[in-house]
């Protein structure tokens, strides 16, 4: 079963554009993870976000998380055609004893 | 090696056949991980191996699909009496230990015909 439901199932930004990205999850958590997959092939890890964290950046990412309502955001910032890929979230329970369980993805398309 | 290799990167079998699809994780990881990806859906885990055990196999949908990691590193998921439904993206990840960052390979694509 999945448990991450990302929202919207696609986006289709012009480049130089910020992209967001949502998930929401019904369990309580230990961490929530996001990676990208290009091609229907193997994924990249690109960020993890504890539960007792509110934020995160790495580079051009930047995760929010809200475990109140359940909930992750990722934000591209500048946008790249190169950034085109599908997003996944990823939730960790808060037992730490169970497998990550993936959502459906996000389908990103940066247009030039 | 550098990453998580898997083989073959694309398999067509026919429907009833036994297939073997094998995964090369990074060397010292402790952890692996099986999941299947069908198409427009995430990564839906199988089977998790911590050293030589499974760990945990609650995802393996049916007795079909068996996996082993006999010294502890590769790993080779087998699937009985192939299905048309088993169509898909198998992928492997691996890590250092358990509820680090998962890597994961480039996935065997198997088509069942």
């Known amino acids: 079963s999945q448990q991450g439901e990302e929202d919207p199932q696609a986006l289709s930004i012009q480049e130089g554009e910020n992209a967001t990205m949502n998930c929401s999850y019904k369990t309580s958590i230990n961490n929530l993870q996001w990676y990208r997959q290009n091609s229907g092939r193997g994924l990249v890890h690109l960020i993890l976000?504890?539960?007792?964290?509110r934020e995160k950046h790495s580079g051009r990412l930047r995760v929010t998380l809200d475990t109140s309502k359940k909930s992750s955001s990722l934000l591209i910032t500048a946008s790249r055609a190169a950034d085109t890929a599908s997003y996944f979230c990823?939730?960790?329970?808060?037992?730490?004893?169970?497998?990550?369980?993936f959502g459906k993805g996000t389908r990103l398309s940066v247009i030039a | 090696g550098a990453g998580v290799s898997q083989t073959p990167s694309n398999k067509v079998t026919e429907k009833g056949k036994y297939v073997e699809l094998r995964c090369d994780p990074i060397s010292g990881h402790t952890a692996l991980y099986w999941y299947r990806q069908s198409l427009g859906q995430g990564p839906e885990f199988l089977i998790y191996?911590?050293?030589?055990?499974?760990?945990?196999d609650s995802g393996l949908p049916n007795d079909r699909f068996f996996a082993v990691r006999p010294e502890g590193s590769v790993s080779t998921l087998k699937i009985q009496r192939t299905e048309r439904g088993d169509s898909a993206v198998y992928l492997c990840?691996?890590?250092?230990?358990?509820?680090?960052?998962?890597?994961f390979g480039p996935g065997t694509r198997l088509t069942v015909l």
């Open positions: 990840a691996s890590s250092l230990y358990r509820n680090n960052e998962q890597f």
């Open positions: 990823a939730t960790e329970d808060y037992s730490g004893n169970t497998p990550l369980v």
């Open positions: 191996f911590q050293g030589t055990g499974a760990a945990d």
């Open positions: 976000i504890r539960s007792n964290e």
